[in-house]
């Protein structure tokens, strides 16, 4: 085959334990599991052993950019990780998370499509990717050191435009929740994969390319991302008119990540010291819930008075706590260098708050003092290093709650805090932010069936939550959107807005517009493109006047077809995508019940949550309304309603014979 | 002392210039992204024309991004002037024309700035911003800029 356009045609594979190195041809996964997360999934599908665990040899982790990585295509800087996960709950599975930052269009300069890592090192070890090849180095020198270090060691080693990836000691100590870090704040947070690459005692990979994406039809590939690049230019779908966000971003703002044309992430230069100097950094970028050590957070608050009763006693009103510049970004930035995701006071600031109100002010003799930042700044070194208390919270507050002797009211505020997956709620409309119905519909939808908290799947259903004008009251969403023309642009979109109108009617058409945005999520971390800009169902305004004058909110759903057609020189429609995206999470599905026994019990899992009121609206569901929105969820995506597993129609459909043959032969297809 | 070459002394017309401010640029490689895609037909930031040099963990963009010199040095240097290197009519842009330049480099060794913005590719041919010689709408670069860092200053302003 000639030159790969968009593809850089190769994946790495090294083995950590043998320390060797070989290649093998992109070509064979492409177009159809289009890049990324996509291909990832295939290889775990050939790969990964069931019974692997997360610190096995044998454990495959994988770092993959897509085609539209390194590219003009607007948001397109961003890779995803995948793996074995220690984090996830109730057992480690295969997982992913997805990051922005510059390494993942470094890769593609340097030849790859993605790296594939296998074994354990001997001894701490990094790898050096560049262009074309690749060597195992020794790092002795850095274990132990922060990820702010390490990265400024490798860039004085290979250059500064060298792009660095790398565990600090969190991940090196094994604390389930680890996070991959690169750059100030860039990393794979909620599924703790840094804990894997701590066990494979590879510090970082430091990767440097001197090559370019190759483009079939450069003219038509520039047009259609200036284009693309206009209809996002408002910003990400998260409100209907620009903020700082978009174009062009505020001044005191930062991209998350190259080719990106967005301002998502407040910039802090040269902040003077908090508490202590010596976190590594004096700047810092906070982008989304990384910052609450910063600035707090009242989407914390629930549930609001008039919905509080239905929570049982159980839960209550708090918000988050933020310290300001100085303090939050010291503590942030300790975070990021120790390795471990700053997002985690969100869920355990509550918590604690519980019990303390619960009469529990100390664990194991550790006091609880959530309101003073000393409090956190020893917590968090303490579960980077797993010492007294932080061995325990290394575990993550649902595994920690296990173990610790407490009253059954905060092992369930626990659980509410981490529904499910040994995830934080995020998206739900209960723990953390208000979805009013149909949102939170769609986005437990996602998270029944997901591995993880599905980011990328929610964030495109649960951004609309924002449009919506009826449910919050005046308190969020938008006033200058009228509904009606919400509805009209679903209903010009999808054929129907009954996927969108609220409350419990028409389940079939909500439930296929789940699939559909699912689908679409998959191609997301597959292309790689911003799950806060794609799909672009809604168009954002530059003005409230320019909102109101608007006959409709139509974005462009082809959007992502048009770039990738010129791209890569290959003919693809929407309809491709969506059909790869189907095919990537049925594969995806197919894994988890091969190595992990999924079911439709599983799924159901975390249910109970939902049958709490939605802190906005409260909506809620019971048990056989949940079964009768999953029986039809299950119908729409081609799966067995008893079991929950895809049938040999639907896989062969997907073009996945040899998956549906091999489900079969261990009698685990319907 | 000794008479300069009779060329050398030659009034060369000025060139618009695009200017590059690190306070607004946040080093997301858009322009080289552009750049290289509409010169050569694939994205790289080693083959793009502008080059910021981000620091990321300093939060500093600094820029590599051709001066065109009033006194250009690069193009006194060039033993094919006017053929190899050249000056563009419209722009006055100091632009290397790829079929007539040998690669001989003396135009590179001759930049002044401190980060030479005359680039080789792997092939050896050297490569240099042309203004983006008759593109209807000027430089790429500053047009796909999302923070307004890259600006063009025609000649003569």
Same mark, same amino acid.
């Given at each position: 085959?000639?030159?790969?356009?968009? @593809?850089?045609?190769?994946?790495?594979?090294?083995?950590?334990?043998?320390?060797?190195?070989?290649?093998?041809?992109?070509?064979?996964?492409?177009?159809?599991?289009?890049?990324?997360?996509?291909?990832?999934?295939?290889?775990?599908?050939?790969?990964?052993?069931?019974?692997?665990?997360?610190?096995?040899?044998?454990?495959?982790?994988?770092?993959?950019?897509?085609?539209?990585?390194?590219?003009?295509?607007?948001?397109?800087?961003?890779?995803?990780?995948?793996?074995?996960?220690?984090?996830?709950?109730?057992?480690?599975?295969?997982?992913?998370?997805?990051?922005?930052?510059?390494?993942?269009?470094?890769?593609?300069?340097?030849?790859?499509?993605?790296?594939?890592?296998?074994?354990?090192?001997?001894?701490?070890?990094?790898?050096?990717?560049?262009?074309?090849?690749?060597?195992?180095?020794?790092?002795? +020198?850095?274990?132990?050191?922060?990820?702010?270090?390490?990265?400024?060691?490798?860039?004085?080693?290979?250059?500064?435009?060298?792009?660095?990836?790398?565990?600090?000691?969190?991940?090196?100590? &094994?604390?389930?929740?680890?996070?991959?870090?690169?750059?100030?704040?860039?990393?794979?947070?909620?599924?703790?994969?840094?804990?894997?690459?701590?066990?494979?005692?590879?510090?970082?990979?430091?990767?440097?390319?001197?090559?370019?994406?190759?483009?079939?039809?450069?003219?038509?590939?520039?047009?259609?991302?200036?284009?693309?690049?206009?209809?996002?230019?408002?910003?990400?779908?998260?409100?209907?008119?620009?903020?700082?966000?978009?174009?062009?971003?505020?001044?005191?703002?930062?991209?998350?990540?190259?080719?990106?044309?967005?301002?998502?992430?407040?910039?802090?230069?040269?902040?003077?010291?908090?508490?202590?100097?010596?976190?590594?950094?004096?700047?810092?970028?906070?982008?989304?819930?990384?910052?609450?050590?910063?600035?707090?957070?009242?989407?914390?608050?629930?549930?609001?008075?008039?919905?509080?009763?239905?929570?049982?006693?159980?839960?209550?009103?708090?918000?988050?706590?933020?310290?300001?510049?100085?303090?939050?970004?010291?503590?942030?930035?300790?975070?990021?260098?120790?390795?471990?995701?700053?997002?985690?006071?969100?869920?355990?600031?509550?918590?604690?708050?519980?019990?303390?109100?619960?009469?529990?002010?100390?664990?194991?003799?550790?006091?609880?003092?959530?309101?003073?930042?000393?409090? @956190?700044?020893?917590?968090?070194?303490?579960?980077?290093?797993?010492?007294?208390?932080?061995?325990?919270?290394?575990?993550?507050?649902?595994?920690?709650?296990?173990?610790?002797?407490?009253?059954?009211?905060?092992?369930?505020?626990?659980?509410?805090?981490?529904?499910?997956?040994?995830?934080?709620?995020?998206?739900?409309?209960?723990?953390?932010?208000?979805?009013?119905?149909?949102?939170?519909?769609?986005?437990?939808?996602?998270?029944?069936?997901?591995?993880?908290?599905?980011?990328?799947?929610?964030?495109?259903?649960?951004?609309?939550?924002?449009?919506?004008?009826?449910?919050?009251?005046?308190?969020?969403?938008?006033?200058?959107?009228?509904?009606?023309? &919400?509805?009209?642009?679903?209903?010009?979109?999808?054929?129907?807005?009954?996927?969108?109108?609220?409350?419990?009617?028409?389940?079939?058409?909500?439930?296929?517009?789940?699939?559909?945005?699912?689908?679409?999520?998959?191609?997301?971390?597959?292309?790689?493109?911003?799950?806060?800009?794609?799909?672009?169902?809604?168009?954002?305004?530059?003005?409230?006047?320019?909102?109101?004058?608007?006959?409709?909110?139509?974005?462009?759903?082809?959007?992502?077809?048009?770039?990738?057609?010129?791209?890569?020189? &290959?003919?693809?429609?929407?309809?491709?995508?969506?059909?790869?995206?189907? +095919?990537?999470?049925?594969?995806?599905?197919?894994?988890?019940?091969?190595?992990?026994?999924?079911?439709?019990?599983?799924?159901?899992?975390?249910?109970?949550?939902?049958?709490?009121?939605?802190?906005?609206?409260?909506?809620?569901?019971?048990?056989?309304?949940?079964?009768?929105?999953?029986?039809?969820?299950?119908?729409?995506?081609? @799966?067995?309603?008893?079991?929950?597993?895809?049938?040999?129609?639907?896989?062969?459909?997907?073009? &996945?014979?040899?998956?549906?043959?091999?489900?079969?032969?261990?009698?685990?297809?319907? | 002392? %000794?008479?300069?070459?009779?060329?050398?002394?030659?009034?060369?017309?000025?060139?618009?210039?695009?200017?590059?401010?690190?306070?607004?640029?946040?080093?997301?490689?858009?322009?080289?992204?552009?750049?290289?895609?509409?010169?050569?037909?694939?994205?790289?930031?080693?083959?793009?024309?502008?080059?910021?040099?981000?620091?990321?963990?300093?939060?500093?963009?600094?820029?590599?991004?051709?001066?065109?010199?009033?006194?250009?040095?690069?193009?006194?240097?060039?033993?094919?002037?006017?053929?190899?290197?050249?000056?563009?009519?419209?722009?006055? %842009?100091?632009?290397?024309?790829?079929?007539?330049?040998?690669?001989?480099?003396?135009?590179?060794?001759?930049?002044?700035?401190?980060?030479? %913005?005359?680039?080789?590719?792997?092939?050896?041919?050297?490569?240099?911003?042309?203004?983006?010689?008759?593109?209807?709408?000027?430089?790429?670069?500053?047009?796909?800029?999302?923070?307004?860092?890259?600006?063009?200053?025609?000649?003569?302003?």
């Amino acid at each position: 085959m000639g030159k790969m356009h968009g @593809w850089a045609g190769k994946i790495l594979k090294v083995d950590l334990t043998t320390r060797r190195i070989e290649t093998e041809d992109t070509a064979k996964y492409v177009p159809q599991y289009v890049g990324g997360k996509g291909i990832a999934t295939r290889i775990a599908w050939e790969e990964l052993k069931p019974g692997t665990g997360p610190y096995d040899a044998e454990n495959i982790l994988m770092f993959f950019n897509g085609p539209f990585t390194g590219t003009l295509a607007p948001t397109s800087g961003r890779g995803v990780v995948c793996g074995v996960s220690a984090r996830t709950y109730p057992t480690p599975w295969f997982t992913y998370g997805t990051m922005g930052g510059d390494w993942a269009a470094e890769l593609k300069f340097a030849g790859f499509d993605g790296v594939i890592v296998k074994g354990i090192s001997e001894r701490p070890a990094y790898l050096w990717v560049n262009d074309g090849k690749a060597q195992i180095k020794d790092a002795d +020198r850095l274990w132990g050191l922060d990820t702010f270090c390490t990265q400024r060691m490798l860039k004085a080693a290979h250059g500064e435009q060298s792009q660095v990836l790398c565990i600090g000691p969190a991940g090196e100590n &094994l604390v389930r929740w680890a996070s991959i870090q690169h750059k100030l704040s860039n990393a794979i947070g909620d599924a703790g994969l840094g804990a894997v690459m701590g066990a494979k005692k590879l510090k970082a990979i430091a990767i440097l390319g001197t090559g370019g994406v190759k483009i079939a039809r450069p003219a038509g590939f520039i047009r259609a991302c200036m284009e693309i690049t206009d209809l996002i230019s408002s910003g990400p779908t998260v409100t209907p008119v620009r903020d700082s966000r978009g174009r062009p971003p505020g001044p005191n703002t930062l991209p998350c990540s190259f080719g990106c044309p967005m301002g998502c992430g407040k910039m802090f230069k040269n902040i003077p010291a908090g508490i202590e100097v010596g976190s590594g950094t004096r700047n810092m970028m906070a982008h989304c819930e990384d910052g609450v050590f910063i600035s707090g957070d009242n989407k914390t608050n629930y549930p609001p008075k008039d919905i509080a009763k239905d929570y049982k006693g159980d839960m209550y009103t708090r918000e988050t706590k933020g310290f300001g510049d100085k303090i939050g970004t010291e503590i942030q930035a300790l975070c990021e260098g120790l390795g471990i995701s700053s997002a985690f006071n969100l869920n355990l600031y509550p918590w604690f708050w519980q019990c303390i109100e619960n009469g529990v002010t100390e664990l194991n003799s550790y006091k609880l003092e959530p309101d003073n930042p000393r409090f @956190w700044y020893d917590l968090v070194k303490k579960i980077a290093y797993r010492e007294g208390i932080g061995d325990i919270f290394a575990e993550d507050l649902i595994r920690a709650s296990d173990k610790l002797n407490l009253p059954d009211i905060l092992k369930k505020a626990a659980c509410f805090q981490f529904p499910l997956w040994g995830q934080p709620d995020h998206r739900l409309g209960r723990a953390y932010e208000s979805q009013p119905s149909p949102i939170w519909i769609h986005t437990s939808l996602h998270w029944a069936i997901d591995s993880r908290d599905p980011m990328a799947s929610h964030h495109q259903s649960s951004f609309v939550s924002m449009w919506f004008p009826l449910h919050h009251e005046g308190k969020a969403g938008s006033p200058d959107v009228d509904f009606n023309k &919400l509805m009209a642009t679903y209903a010009k979109t999808f054929g129907t807005a009954a996927g969108m109108e609220p409350g419990f009617e028409n389940i079939d058409d909500k439930t296929k517009l789940t699939v559909w945005l699912d689908n679409r999520a998959q191609i997301k971390d597959s292309l790689l493109l911003c799950d806060w800009c794609f799909p672009r169902i809604l168009r954002g305004f530059n003005s409230k006047e320019e909102l109101k004058a608007a006959e409709d909110y139509c974005g462009d759903i082809d959007a992502e077809a048009k770039m990738l057609s010129p791209l890569t020189g &290959l003919k693809i429609t929407s309809a491709d995508l969506g059909k790869a995206g189907d +095919r990537i999470r049925n594969l995806d599905r197919a894994l988890h019940i091969r190595n992990y026994d999924r079911s439709r019990e599983l799924d159901s899992s975390g249910e109970w949550v939902c049958e709490y009121p939605e802190k906005s609206d409260g909506t809620k569901w019971d048990k056989s309304l949940f079964n009768k929105i999953l029986d039809s969820y299950y119908n729409n995506r081609g @799966w067995d309603k008893k079991t929950g597993r895809p049938t040999r129609a639907k896989l062969e459909e997907l073009g &996945l014979k040899d998956v549906a043959d091999k489900l079969a032969s261990i009698g685990k297809l319907p | 002392m %000794a008479k300069l070459p009779k060329e050398i002394t030659l009034e060369v017309p000025k060139s618009g210039v695009i200017i590059h401010n690190p306070t607004l640029c946040r080093g997301c490689g858009i322009c080289e992204l552009a750049c290289s895609a509409y010169h050569k037909g694939e994205c790289s930031s080693f083959l793009s024309r502008i080059h910021i040099n981000a620091e990321d963990l300093d939060l500093d963009f600094p820029a590599v991004v051709c001066a065109q010199c009033n006194s250009p040095s690069c193009y006194f240097a060039c033993p094919l002037k006017d053929s190899a290197l050249c000056i563009d009519n419209e722009t006055g %842009a100091r632009y290397i024309n790829e079929d007539e330049c040998t690669g001989c480099g003396e135009c590179a060794e001759a930049c002044p700035l401190p980060n030479p %913005a005359i680039w080789q590719t792997s092939n050896g041919e050297f490569f240099k911003c042309d203004l983006c010689k008759g593109r209807k709408g000027g430089p790429i670069c500053i047009e796909v800029c999302p923070r307004n860092a890259l600006t063009f200053v025609a000649r003569g302003k």
